[in-house]
């Protein structure tokens, strides 16, 4: 794990005990040195990420009596755990994931912060030894366990992109949750969640006019920035030129004196060439900024390295720009600040507002209607309208159930249940058992406090999707030795983004309502007013053309069908219609060659050089 820690290791051997530790340096550069214990020995952590309030807690800890050796948030840690035990995470504001061993006790504590903003993953063997990691890679190199397919997670993978909760593609490799403690001893373990979001209206705050909610909420936002800006090296900013990094460098050039560097990545096809935003962006707030254009065959030469470094398929065809953009930054900065999480906190994307409307008008409709006057519907309507357009309507109620699982869940799931079906050979399923890709996720509907649609769609996609987007943040940015950091992800802010009334996060057609209002007097009109379009990435036109090679090989190939998972006729059949234009399956087809490539190297063991060598060389001329 050298990428994630270029600067310094660290060893601890003791007993049946041993802690090991990777570092980039960006607090107390000097002195920071882990495994870090406290002044009699006696406990020991080792630590990523950062600790935003840890001078405060410093100040309080030192009033207490602790002496510090250094000038590190990590100390902070170790010292709070002597106070406070496994409840001392509770107080920690930032990004973390952490290990404690307290020699005494006989007791290891990990925990990981409240939004699983850093990675943890962990094996416990039958004989009751605890394998723990930032990367499943250094779990394996261990040898205690055989890396095998774990089919039960198979399912969420092609729905969600990835799998929820605790579950990994690796058979017995658990991920810790956001907001959860694990506790070691003799041999058993204790998981215990001490936080989750919350949507109810905090108590003397229901009555704010949207003016008042504006104001509060940009000044939480301002402190979220200020806080972020913690480091003894120097920072930056991933500029998309969308309006959340814009946000970000707008309250950032308040907060820092003299230019401050921003990075962007394009690739050279107009469609998927966004830079003049970001330069709109730079312009104003007269950043130093820089740019790299990724071509084709650097994107999918760069992919088998990029799920060796992701442990699992790369779920978003935005992860490889950001790698890229993330080794240009490396050449400048150690840090840099980015926009993750302000969509599934303030209903950034269609989806909410499409299934917003969806789910009302199919109550409506589903309480006035049989079901045999709904058949006659669906039926006139396949013989009066062209085929696009049926296709479009089967995405609503009049053809779905007015339930969340089938318009939210199934309508934007990569591949629905109906398609799993038919995809998955019977050999596959009897190793799967229940196939049902949102039982998870159905089950997050319930365990939270919210109670309007949008807050339980909110919640869901904290618990799922943001997840994923945390980690491709994380996992790319530390292959090229870089710190991202997510500010509108920070504790105080999120706590106050999830108890707005909806009408402040989706208001009509107007999506992130109060960070728009907030911004409007600070962002450009045209950042300000431009519509939510992602990351473009065309990788769909790339399959159709150069590199279909790919898809022959890695989707449809001989290899690809000895393995028993994937029904062939299913296969051929989504990319007969991907190429011929009729659909654009590009993200169904994306997963599956993420998949294959995943198997690849983490069943079979195939060489990484060697699949990187072998994708380059395909797609090549």
């Given at each position: 794990m050298t990428h994630r820690g270029p600067d310094d290791s660290?060893?601890?051997?003791?007993?049946?005990?041993?802690?090991?530790?990777?570092?980039?340096?960006?607090?107390?550069?000097?002195?920071?040195?882990?495994?870090?214990?406290?002044?009699?020995?006696?406990?020991?952590?080792?630590?990523?990420?950062?600790?935003?309030?840890?001078l405060t807690l410093r100040q309080r800890l030192q009033v207490n009596g602790h002496r510090y050796a250094n000038n590190s948030d990590t100390e902070t840690i170790v010292h709070l755990y002597e106070e406070r035990g496994s409840d001392a995470v509770a107080a920690l504001s930032g990004m973390f994931a952490f290990a404690i061993w307290d020699a005494i006790q006989?007791?290891?504590l990990i925990a990981r912060d409240r939004l699983g903003i850093k990675p943890l993953y962990y094996y416990l063997a039958d004989d009751g030894s605890l394998y723990f990691?930032?990367?499943?890679?250094?779990?394996?190199?261990?040898?205690?366990?055989?890396?095998?397919?774990n089919f039960s997670a198979l399912p969420d993978y092609l729905a969600n992109h990835a799998p929820?909760?605790?579950?990994?593609?690796?058979?017995?490799?658990?991920?810790?949750?956001?907001?959860?403690?694990?506790?070691?001893?003799?041999?058993?373990?204790?998981?215990?969640?001490?936080?989750?979001?919350?949507?109810?209206?905090?108590?003397?705050?229901?009555?704010?006019?949207?003016?008042?909610?504006?104001e509060r909420w940009r000044e939480k936002f301002r402190d979220a920035v200020r806080t972020h800006l913690m480091a003894d090296v120097p920072l930056g900013v991933f500029l998309s030129g969308g309006i959340d990094s814009s946000a970000i460098a707008a309250m950032m050039s308040q907060l820092v004196k003299g230019p401050f560097k921003t990075f962007s990545v394009a690739f050279s096809e107009r469609e998927a060439n966004e830079l003049e935003f970001a330069r709109i962006v730079s312009r104003a707030y007269r950043t130093d900024h820089h740019e790299i254009i990724v071509s084709p065959e650097e994107y999918f030469a760069s992919l088998p390295k990029?799920?060796?470094?992701?442990?699992?398929?790369?779920?978003?065809?935005?992860?490889?720009?950001?790698?890229?953009?993330?080794?240009?930054?490396?050449?400048?900065?150690?840090?840099?600040?980015?926009?993750?999480?302000?969509?599934?906190?303030?209903?950034?994307?269609?989806?909410?507002?499409?299934?917003?409307?969806?789910?009302?008008c199919g109550g409506f409709y589903h309480r006035w209607t049989t079901a045999g006057m709904r058949r006659l519907v669906r039926g006139g309507l396949s013989l009066a309208l062209p085929s696009r357009v049926e296709e479009k309507l089967q995405r609503t109620f009049l053809w779905r159930d007015a339930t969340i699982e089938q318009l939210y869940f199934d309508n934007f799931a990569v591949f629905s249940r109906s398609m799993q079906e038919r995809l998955l050979t019977p050999q596959a399923k009897s190793q799967i058992g229940r196939l049902d890709p949102y039982l998870k996720?159905?089950?997050?509907?319930?365990?939270?406090?919210?109670?309007?649609?949008?807050?339980?769609?909110?919640?869901?996609?904290?618990?799922?999707?943001?997840?994923?987007?945390?980690?491709?943040?994380?996992?790319?940015?530390?292959?090229?030795?870089?710190?991202?950091?997510?500010?509108?992800?920070?504790?105080?802010?999120?706590?106050?983004?999830?108890?707005?009334?909806?009408?402040?996060?989706?208001?009509?057609?107007?999506?992130?309502?109060?960070?728009?209002?907030?911004?409007?007097?600070?962002?450009?009109?045209?950042?300000?007013?431009?519509?939510?379009?992602?990351?473009?990435?065309?990788?769909?036109?790339?399959?159709?053309?150069?590199?279909?090679?790919?898809?022959?090989?890695?989707?449809?190939?001989?290899?690809?069908?000895?393995?028993?998972?994937?029904?062939?006729?299913?296969?051929?059949?989504?990319?007969?219609?991907?190429?011929?234009?009729?659909?654009?399956?590009?993200?169904?087809?994306?997963?599956?060659?993420?998949?294959?490539?995943?198997?690849?190297?983490?069943?079979?063991?195939?060489?990484?050089?060697?699949?990187?060598?072998?994708?380059?060389?395909?797609?090549?001329?």
């Open positions: 660290g060893i601890y051997v003791n007993g049946n005990i041993g802690l090991g530790h990777r570092r980039l340096s960006i607090v107390d550069v000097a002195g920071g040195h882990q495994p870090m214990t406290n002044e009699d020995g006696t406990v020991h952590i080792v630590f990523n990420g950062e600790i935003f309030n840890h006989g007791r290891l990691g930032s990367e499943i890679k250094a779990i394996l190199a261990s040898g205690a366990i055989v890396p095998q397919v929820s909760g605790d579950e990994t593609l690796f058979r017995s490799i658990k991920r810790l949750p956001a907001g959860h403690t694990l506790i070691w001893e003799n041999g058993k373990l204790q998981i215990r969640q001490y936080w989750d979001a919350r949507f109810e209206p905090e108590v003397g705050v229901q009555a704010l006019s949207d003016q008042e909610y504006t990029m799920i060796w470094q992701e442990d699992e398929p790369i779920a978003h065809v935005a992860s490889i720009p950001l790698y890229h953009v993330a080794k240009l930054a490396a050449q400048h900065v150690k840090v840099v600040l980015t926009g993750e999480g302000s969509d599934e906190l303030l209903a950034g994307y269609g989806k909410y507002r499409t299934t917003v409307y969806n789910l009302a996720v159905h089950d997050l509907i319930h365990a939270t406090d919210a109670r309007t649609i949008l807050n339980k769609l909110l919640y869901a996609d904290l618990k799922t999707y943001l997840h994923e987007l945390l980690m491709k943040q994380d996992q790319m940015s530390m292959a090229a030795s870089v710190e991202s950091r997510v500010p509108f992800l920070d504790w105080g802010l999120v706590d106050f983004t999830t108890r707005l009334p909806d009408r402040m996060k989706l208001r009509g057609w107007t999506t992130k309502y109060v960070l728009r209002q907030a911004m409007k007097d600070m962002l450009p009109r045209e950042i300000l007013t431009r519509p939510k379009v992602g990351f473009p990435v065309p990788v769909g036109a790339w399959f159709r053309g150069k590199f279909r090679h790919i898809i022959d090989e890695h989707v449809l190939g001989e290899r690809v069908r000895e393995r028993g998972i994937l029904n062939h006729a299913a296969l051929e059949q989504l990319v007969a219609e991907h190429n011929s234009n009729r659909k654009d399956h590009f993200q169904r087809l994306w997963s599956l060659v993420n998949l294959e490539l995943w198997l690849r190297q983490s069943i079979d063991g195939d060489p990484v050089a060697e699949s990187v060598a072998h994708v380059a060389r395909v797609s090549g001329p």
